[in-house]
């Protein structure tokens, strides 16, 4: 049971529904951004996105900072990169397109390497493309939102490390922090960027992300200035560190009440260490089959071309001959449950998404996923008569 409003059930690819605690956890009365309760919340809150990311290196540094995930591209586009610099954008839907996008607003030259639609580069074809030039970073989508593609950042980072080891590894975790494992460390990643509203459980307005020794010591020895005021890691870097070493510090005023339901919702996935967030991943993928079994049950087809390189916190599902968003979607309103059209430019209109992520996965006795798997059957034979 939730204590929660009563309000439409709702399952996109984030943001996603709340834990009550999480929820509360925002309630907080104002506090000073440089008082000590805050200060020792936020230095929580830095110390479990080690935590959650795997990672033992006291020389990398996690960052919250208000604002979106959209704001993790301007951070890496105006620090990680100089105008002029390559960039290589693994390219597996809409918001890689994005990232892209991004990239050349501060003057990056932008290659794209771009896999058919539900699908996502291989390796030997990332190999060639990073043969065959000098690329400053390469950015992978961990999960692109628009397809529901997972990619294999581990294996990636292997290529990077082994044929072109000076390009830091950029990953877009924004669809995958908190519910795709990520070893950090071990995996050899430079950034990862992220928000705190889709697996984390968070409300939206937080811009999370986790950064290499080598990534910041990029940043430090740039040629040129970093290219934003307010995305600056150099601005950010001393205030991230004084806080998580318990120590006040100001460059811009930090969303303090969006950080107190992060260090609850932090708290929930981090308080039992590595092992639970492994276990945590278990139970999204065993959600994730469960969704995706009963689509393919029903003869839906999923965007992405094989379930091994399925999201494990959303499915995207290929619409069945006939049927449309403009029927499916407000059939499922009508049951107060609000699902997510399509996304991606080329086929927007021929699939849905549903995001299974965090409390709605996590906490079976809400009843999330039983009320979705039981609807979708109904509501596919409803639209199809
Ligand atoms: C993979 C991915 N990257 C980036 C973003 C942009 O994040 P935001 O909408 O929080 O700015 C999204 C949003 O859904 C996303 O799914």
């Given at each position: 049971?939730?204590?929660?409003?009563?309000?439409?059930l709702t399952?996109?690819?984030?943001?996603?529904?709340?834990?009550?605690?999480?929820?509360?956890?925002?309630?907080?009365?104002?506090?000073?951004?440089t008082?000590?309760?805050?200060v020792?919340?936020?230095?929580q809150?830095?110390?479990?996105?080690?935590t959650?990311?795997?990672?033992?290196d006291?020389?990398?540094?996690?960052?919250?900072?208000?604002?979106s995930?959209?704001?993790?591209?301007d951070?890496?586009?105006?620090?990680?990169?100089?105008a002029g610099?390559?960039?290589?954008?693994?390219n597996?839907?809409?918001?890689?397109?994005s990232?892209?996008?991004c990239?050349?607003?501060y003057?990056?030259?932008?290659?794209?390497?771009?896999?058919?639609?539900?699908?996502?580069?291989?390796?030997?074809?990332?190999?060639?493309?990073?043969?065959?030039?000098?690329?400053?970073i390469?950015?992978?989508t961990?999960?692109?939102?628009?397809?529901?593609?997972?990619s294999?950042?581990?294996?990636?980072?292997?290529?990077?490390?082994?044929?072109?080891?000076?390009?830091?590894?950029?990953?877009?975790?924004?669809?995958?922090v908190?519910?795709?494992?990520?070893?950090?460390?071990?995996?050899?990643?430079?950034?990862?960027?992220s928000?705190?509203?889709?697996?984390?459980g968070?409300?939206?307005?937080?811009s999370?992300s986790?950064?290499?020794?080598?990534?910041?010591?990029?940043?430090?020895?740039?040629?040129?200035?970093?290219?934003?005021?307010?995305?600056?890691?150099?601005?950010w870097?001393p205030?991230?560190?004084?806080?998580?070493?318990?120590?006040p510090?100001y460059?811009?005023?930090?969303?303090?009440?969006?950080?107190?339901?992060?260090h609850?919702a932090?708290?929930?996935?981090?308080?039992?260490?590595e092992?639970?967030?492994?276990?945590?991943?278990?139970?999204?993928?065993h959600?994730?089959?469960?969704?995706?079994?009963?689509?393919?049950?029903?003869?839906l087809?999923?965007?992405?071309?094989?379930?091994?390189?399925?999201?494990?916190?959303?499915?995207?599902?290929?619409?069945?001959?006939?049927?449309?968003?403009t029927?499916l979607?407000?059939?499922?309103?009508?049951?107060?449950?609000?699902?997510a059209?399509?996304?991606?430019?080329?086929?927007?209109?021929?699939?849905?998404?549903?995001?299974?992520?965090?409390?709605s996965?996590?906490?079976?006795?809400?009843?999330h996923l039983?009320?979705?798997?039981?609807?979708?059957?109904?509501?596919?034979?409803?639209?199809?008569?």
């Open positions: 049971m939730s204590s929660q409003a009563e309000h439409d399952l996109i690819p984030g943001p996603i529904e709340f834990d009550d605690q999480v929820l509360n956890a925002m309630s907080h009365p104002t506090v000073a951004h008082a000590k309760p805050f020792s919340t936020f230095s809150v830095l110390k479990s996105l080690r959650l990311f795997f990672s033992k006291p020389k990398a540094q996690a960052f919250v900072i208000a604002g995930g959209t704001l993790g591209w951070i890496v586009s105006s620090n990680l990169i100089e610099e390559n960039a290589l954008v693994l597996t839907g809409y918001f890689s397109d990232f892209a996008d990239l050349g607003v003057g990056a030259k932008v290659d794209q390497l771009r896999a058919p639609i539900g699908d996502r580069p291989g390796l030997n074809e990332i190999e060639a493309a990073l043969k065959s030039k000098n690329y400053k390469i950015t992978i961990h999960v692109d939102t628009s397809t529901g593609v997972l294999d950042i581990k294996a990636i980072s292997e290529v990077v490390h082994k044929v072109s080891p000076d390009t830091l590894v950029v990953v877009d975790g924004v669809c995958s908190g519910v795709e494992e990520i070893r950090f460390d071990d995996w050899g990643l430079d950034f990862v960027l928000a705190s509203q889709k697996a984390i968070a409300p939206a307005g937080l999370i986790f950064a290499s020794a080598r990534a910041l010591a990029t940043v430090e020895s740039r040629k040129t200035p970093v290219a934003s005021y307010f995305a600056s890691l150099l601005r870097a205030i991230m560190r004084a806080y998580e070493s318990d120590k510090a460059f811009a005023t930090p969303a303090v009440q969006n950080v107190y339901a992060l609850e932090l708290r929930q996935i981090t308080s039992g260490g092992s639970a967030i492994v276990e945590r991943f278990k139970v999204h993928q959600a994730s089959d469960r969704v995706k079994d009963t689509v393919e049950g029903l003869g087809k999923l965007v992405a071309v094989r379930r091994d390189i399925a999201a494990h916190g959303m499915s995207a599902v290929y619409l069945p001959e006939g049927v449309q968003n029927d979607l407000p059939w499922f309103l009508k049951h107060k449950v609000v699902l059209g399509g996304i991606h430019k080329e086929i927007a209109t021929k699939y849905f998404r549903i995001g299974h992520m965090g409390v996965v996590t906490n079976p006795s809400l009843g039983d009320k979705i798997l039981t609807l979708l059957p109904e509501a596919i034979k409803s639209a199809k008569n």
